[in-house]
Structure formats: structure tokens, C-alpha cells
């Protein structure tokens, strides 16, 4: 059992130059503890004699004392024990890690002669965690990579009782988990905030247990909203410079009224750094549903649509005739799906679901997941050009499915001077395979590669290399400037728009 989680970035554009440094998440314990310097505040500049004082404006609240005061007995350290798992590498000490010595320490342990060498075993593993209560029956809130697969978990209340609790149930997709104990009476709770009334530049307020020194508190404000970290398919978080250090994982966020409008989950650590004022929390309006399912039955049911998507760039906005590029680009709908029940097709664009507005494929993604499953909403299409409105009863969401497409084209064609060679798919009227991409052409500026199959070319399906070609000779004679081309690689679906000009 790691008591380290890091996430890892997904691909996606226009993503990669923040995460740059990478990100860790948010450390069941620590064995170090680095003292960071502390800059004071400048020296005001002296007044010319006989001139009027002014004093300078507050800005700010004066402190948080009586709000940490009111939250700080709901705020509990969560405590697990495991069996770390064998490893066939000597474990580098956490003090070490970042330095010199890590290479040293891996050399000393490589030159070593096989039978000195350690035999991999498994060895007893603690860390620390934080977490806070929402129920006063015991429930109690944490990030699933603090409990893990922990063999037992041990909370300490603010009054310092020490109490067994369980695992009630654990959501990996956002990081989520909920424990109880029993206290033998009521114990005092936490109320959640909006997250959505959240504004870059609030104050917020995180607690926990930082390197496990128990119970701080630590203050910033809100540096972004909607942040895509590559944590998981609903990542949506709240940015904050307040303090969040190793062993404030599971702890609250809270706004300036003391309500909970978020879950400390991870930081941006380069190299392995502590806090650089740069830290993560789920928000509260996708935590606490999630944390509701938990709490019932220790499962979280989501909704699930069935199709594949991407955003909209200008390219492909041009080529489907958008007015803008906000929404989410049906790249594909999974035959039996919700989606193909309700007539969805690749092309439509989703901008809106239950009368929440969709500027993305991840809003999508969370609007969906937070509809019951097989209950009935309505999503906002457009539709070559045209806006309508399409009721969908959603399905349960199911782990995606895998394709592998194989095959070698036996014949090519050109279509019209896209740069592309094209061959009969192995799958008669399933598409046309790319047998080769000329360097330098359109086709290859646009990312195509040999092998992809392309399915539709604008307003028509693709059978033979005859069509494609004829698809875009009707695009020119109609003045489009670029064409859009659904693609197939290797079992996933997405659109290529491919510019027409000259």
C-alpha cells in the first residue's frame, strides 16, 4: 500500500502545460517535515513630519479564529494500517526521495550481490489521513486513497478518543470514501456549502492533519474553479493557494460561513515537493452526492448516456456549420446505448442537459453521472446547424469497452488532393481504411495516420474511397471551408476536420 497517490495527466489538449511539474496527491503519512522560510510583511514607508497619517484599508477578514473554533471538533485524523505490498527494489526512504542520495541509495542497492540482496516480502505499513464528520450517528468523509485497501482504519476524534471505524464504501472514480464509527452518542457534524457560488479570489479555509501533527488550520483563496488534472473521468476541481501539505487528504475545505464547499485531494508537487500553494479539492456539488450513494449502500450508481466525445475546435466548427465552439462533439453512440434509443448520431452536438448548459465534454460527463440512472432527461442538440431538443432515459453507466481493429489494406486510392491513400475496409460498408498519410499534407497536419478508418465525411456515410472523394467534392461546390471526417482508431471514435481552402 503506496502512501503516495499520483496522478497522472491524461492526453487531452491544452491541458499538459499546467501539469507540466506533475502533481501528487496528497500522502497517507510522512517521516520528514521541511521547514519553509517565512517572508514578513514590508516595512511601511516613514511619513514626512507634519503630514497626515492615513492608515491603510483592511482588506480581508480580520482572522479565522471563531470560525475554526465552530468546525475544528467535526475535523477528525483518520489512521490506517496494511500490509505493504512485496517489491523487488529496496524502498527509498521519503527523506531521501528528490535528492542525490535517491540515485546513490538505488546504485548501493543494484551492486549488491544477488543472494545480499533483500527478498522481496510484504512488511506492515501505517498512514495518516484526515476526514470530517457529517452524520451524527458517525459517518465520516475521507479520500479514498487514504483508506486504500487498508486492513484497518482508526480515527481520532478532536477530543482525542481513538475509535475503529469501517469502511462504509469507496468511489475510485473521484477519489471519495465514507467510514463510520461508533462514539456511543451523538457527535457533532459539518454542513455542506454551494461550491457552485464559489468566485476566483474568495477566502477559503482547509483543515487536517498535515505530515500527521494533527489538527492545523490554513487559509487562501480560490485560484481557479474546473480544473482537469487527470485524476479521473469527472475531474472538476477547485484551485487553491491555502497550505495543503502530505496528510490533509480527506479534509474540508470551507468557505467564509464555515460550510464545507470542498475535499482536499491533491497537490502540484515538483519533484516531490511539499506545498507550493497550488493545491485540489472535489468540489461539494459532485462530492456530496457521491457521498450520499456511499452513505446508502456503499455503492455510487451513475448515469450513463453511451456515447463518445471530444470538444469543438474552430476547424470543426466551421465544417458542422456551429455557431461558436461550446458543447460536446458526439464522435460516436454505442450501438444499445440510451443514446442510440433516443436517435442521437455521430455529429450532433450536446450543449445542454436538464436545462444545464454543456461547454464541454467533461460538463457532459458530470451532468450525466449525477442524473439516477433510468430516469428520464432532456438533452439540447445541434443538429446540422439547427437546435432541438431530445428526451433520453439514461442507463446505468457501464466500464468502457475495448475494440481492436485489425488489417492491412490490399488496394489504395486518393481522394481529392487530402494527401490520404484509402483502401476497402476488411468490414464491407464499414468505412474506408487510410493506407498511407503523405508527410507534409493536410491530412497529416491534422493528425491522421495509417490504419485509421474513416466512417462518415460530412453530411454522408463513407462505404468506398469513392465516397469520401465525392463527399468533398460536394463540400467545395457548397463553398465549406473544411470538412468534417469521423475517424475509427482502434476502437475509439472521434471527428478530424480537414480544411478545403485552395
Same mark, same amino acid.
Given at each position: 500500500?503506496?502512501?503516495?497517490?499520483? #496522478?497522472?495527466?491524461?492526453?487531452?489538449?491544452?491541458?499538459?502545460?499546467?501539469?507540466?511539474?506533475?502533481?501528487?496527491?496528497?500522502?497517507?503519512?510522512?517521516?520528514?517535515?521541511?521547514?519553509?522560510?517565512f517572508?514578513?510583511?514590508?516595512? #511601511?514607508?516613514?511619513?514626512?513630519?507634519?503630514?497626515?497619517?492615513? %492608515?491603510?484599508?483592511q482588506?480581508?477578514?480580520q482572522?479565522?479564529?471563531d470560525?475554526?473554533?465552530?468546525?475544528?471538533p467535526?475535523?477528525?485524523?483518520?489512521?490506517?494500517?496494511?500490509?505493504?505490498?512485496?517489491?523487488?527494489?529496496?524502498?527509498?526512504?521519503?527523506?531521501?526521495?528528490?535528492?542525490? &542520495? =535517491?540515485?546513490? &541509495?538505488?546504485?548501493?542497492?543494484?551492486?549488491?550481490?544477488?543472494?545480499?540482496?533483500?527478498?522481496?516480502?510484504?512488511?506492515?505499513?501505517?498512514?495518516?489521513?484526515?476526514? /470530517?464528520?457529517i452524520?451524527?450517528?458517525?459517518?465520516?468523509?475521507?479520500?479514498?486513497?487514504v483508506?486504500? =485497501?487498508?486492513?484497518?482504519?482508526?480515527?481520532?476524534?478532536?477530543?482525542?478518543?481513538?475509535?475503529?471505524?469501517?469502511v462504509?464504501?469507496?468511489?475510485?472514480?473521484?477519489?471519495?470514501?465514507?467510514?463510520?464509527?461508533?462514539?456511543?452518542?451523538?457527535?457533532?457534524?459539518? *454542513?455542506?456549502?454551494d461550491?457552485?457560488?464559489?468566485?476566483?479570489?474568495d477566502?477559503?479555509?482547509?483543515?487536517?492533519?498535515?505530515?500527521?501533527?494533527?489538527?492545523? !488550520?490554513?487559509?487562501?483563496? !480560490?485560484?481557479?474553479?474546473?480544473?482537469?488534472?487527470? +485524476?479521473?473521468p469527472?475531474d472538476?476541481?477547485?484551485?487553491?493557494?491555502? #497550505?495543503?501539505?502530505?496528510?490533509?487528504?480527506?479534509?474540508?475545505? /470551507?468557505?467564509?460561513?464555515? *460550510?464545507?464547499?470542498?475535499i482536499?485531494?491533491?497537490?502540484?508537487?515538483?519533484?516531490?515537493a511539499?506545498?507550493v500553494?497550488?493545491g485540489?479539492a472535489?468540489?461539494?456539488?459532485?462530492?456530496?452526492?457521491v457521498?450520499?450513494?456511499?452513505?446508502?449502500?456503499g455503492?455510487v450508481d451513475?448515469?450513463?448516456?453511451?456515447?463518445?466525445?471530444?470538444?469543438?475546435?474552430?476547424?470543426?466548427?466551421?465544417?458542422?456549420?456551429?455557431?461558436?465552439?461550446?458543447?460536446?462533439?458526439?464522435?460516436?453512440? =454505442?450501438?444499445?446505448?440510451?443514446?442510440?434509443?433516443?436517435?442521437?448520431? +455521430?455529429?450532433?452536438?450536446?450543449?445542454?442537459?436538464?436545462?444545464?448548459?454543456?461547454?464541454?465534454?467533461?460538463?457532459?460527463?458530470?451532468?450525466?453521472?449525477?442524473?439516477e440512472?433510468?430516469?428520464?432527461?432532456?438533452?439540447?442538440?445541434?443538429?446540422?446547424? *439547427?437546435?432541438?431538443?431530445q428526451? $433520453?432515459?439514461?442507463?446505468?453507466?457501464e466500464?468502457?469497452?475495448?475494440?481492436?481493429?485489425?488489417?492491412?489494406?490490399?488496394e489504395?486510392e486518393?481522394?481529392a +488532393?487530402?494527401g490520404?491513400? %484509402?483502401?476497402?475496409?476488411?468490414a464491407?460498408?464499414?468505412?474506408?481504411?487510410?493506407a498511407?498519410?503523405? #508527410?507534409?499534407?493536410?491530412?497529416?497536419?491534422?493528425?491522421m495516420?495509417?490504419?485509421?478508418?474513416?466512417?462518415?465525411?460530412?453530411?454522408?456515410?463513407v462505404?468506398?474511397?469513392?465516397? %469520401?472523394? *465525392?463527399? $468533398?467534392?460536394?463540400?467545395?461546390?457548397?463553398?465549406?471551408?473544411?470538412?468534417?471526417?469521423?475517424?475509427?482508431?482502434?476502437?475509439?471514435?472521434?471527428?478530424?476536420?480537414?480544411?478545403?481552402?485552395?
Amino acid at each position: 500500500m503506496s502512501n503516495v497517490s499520483t #496522478p497522472t495527466p491524461a492526453p487531452k489538449p491544452g491541458r499538459k502545460k499546467m501539469l507540466v511539474g506533475g502533481l501528487l496527491a496528497l500522502a497517507l503519512g510522512t517521516s520528514a517535515l521541511t521547514t519553509l522560510p517565512f517572508a514578513g510583511n514590508a516595512q #511601511p514607508t516613514p511619513e514626512a513630519p507634519g503630514s497626515a497619517i492615513t %492608515l491603510p484599508r483592511q482588506v480581508g477578514p480580520q482572522g479565522f479564529g471563531d470560525l475554526a473554533a465552530r468546525v475544528a471538533p467535526a475535523v477528525v485524523r483518520v489512521t490506517v494500517t496494511g500490509q505493504q505490498a512485496a517489491a523487488t527494489t529496496a524502498e527509498i526512504p521519503p527523506e531521501l526521495r528528490g535528492t542525490p &542520495f =535517491e540515485q546513490f &541509495f538505488r546504485r548501493f542497492e543494484g551492486q549488491m550481490p544477488r543472494g545480499q540482496q533483500r527478498a522481496p516480502q510484504g512488511r506492515p505499513r501505517m498512514g495518516q489521513g484526515s476526514g /470530517f464528520i457529517i452524520d451524527a450517528a458517525g459517518y465520516i468523509v475521507t479520500n479514498n486513497h487514504v483508506v486504500g =485497501e487498508a486492513d484497518a482504519v482508526q480515527v481520532e476524534l478532536a477530543d482525542g478518543r481513538e475509535l475503529a471505524a469501517r469502511v462504509v464504501g469507496r468511489d475510485q472514480q473521484t477519489d471519495l470514501a465514507v467510514l463510520k464509527v461508533d462514539a456511543g452518542s451523538p457527535l457533532p457534524t459539518l *454542513e455542506w456549502g454551494d461550491s457552485d457560488q464559489l468566485r476566483v479570489g474568495d477566502w477559503v479555509v482547509a483543515m487536517g492533519n498535515p505530515f500527521g501533527l494533527g489538527g492545523s !488550520v490554513t487559509a487562501g483563496i !480560490v485560484s481557479a474553479r474546473g480544473r482537469q488534472i487527470g +485524476a479521473g473521468p469527472y475531474d472538476d476541481f477547485i484551485q487553491t493557494d491555502a #497550505p495543503i501539505n502530505p496528510g490533509n487528504s480527506g479534509g474540508p475545505l /470551507f468557505n467564509g460561513n464555515g *460550510e464545507v464547499v470542498g475535499i482536499n485531494t491533491a497537490i502540484y508537487a515538483p519533484g516531490g515537493a511539499g506545498n507550493v500553494g497550488i493545491g485540489f479539492a472535489v468540489p461539494s456539488r459532485m462530492a456530496r452526492n457521491v457521498i450520499a450513494d456511499l452513505q446508502r449502500d456503499g455503492v455510487v450508481d451513475r448515469g450513463w448516456l453511451g456515447v463518445s466525445m471530444q470538444p469543438v475546435d474552430a476547424d470543426l466548427a466551421a465544417a458542422l456549420r456551429l455557431p461558436n465552439q461550446r458543447g460536446a462533439l458526439v464522435a460516436g453512440v =454505442e450501438p444499445g446505448s440510451p443514446a442510440a434509443r433516443a436517435g442521437l448520431r +455521430a455529429g450532433d452536438v450536446v450543449v445542454g442537459v436538464a436545462g444545464r448548459e454543456v461547454a464541454t465534454p467533461r460538463d457532459l460527463a458530470v451532468a450525466v453521472a449525477e442524473i439516477e440512472p433510468d430516469s428520464e432527461t432532456t438533452l439540447a442538440l445541434l443538429r446540422d446547424g *439547427e437546435r432541438v431538443e431530445q428526451a $433520453v432515459t439514461l442507463g446505468r453507466r457501464e466500464a468502457p469497452r475495448q475494440q481492436a481493429r485489425a488489417g492491412g489494406p490490399a488496394e489504395a486510392e486518393r481522394p481529392a +488532393a487530402l494527401g490520404l491513400r %484509402l483502401a476497402p475496409s476488411k468490414a464491407q460498408g464499414s468505412g474506408v481504411q487510410v493506407a498511407g498519410v503523405e #508527410p507534409g499534407s493536410i491530412a497529416a497536419a491534422r493528425g491522421m495516420r495509417t490504419g485509421d478508418v474513416i466512417l462518415r465525411a460530412g453530411d454522408r456515410e463513407v462505404a468506398s474511397p469513392q465516397d %469520401l472523394a *465525392e463527399a $468533398v467534392q460536394a463540400a467545395r461546390r457548397d463553398g465549406r471551408p473544411a470538412i468534417a471526417l469521423q475517424i475509427d482508431r482502434e476502437g475509439g471514435r472521434a471527428f478530424v476536420a480537414l480544411p478545403l481552402a485552395g
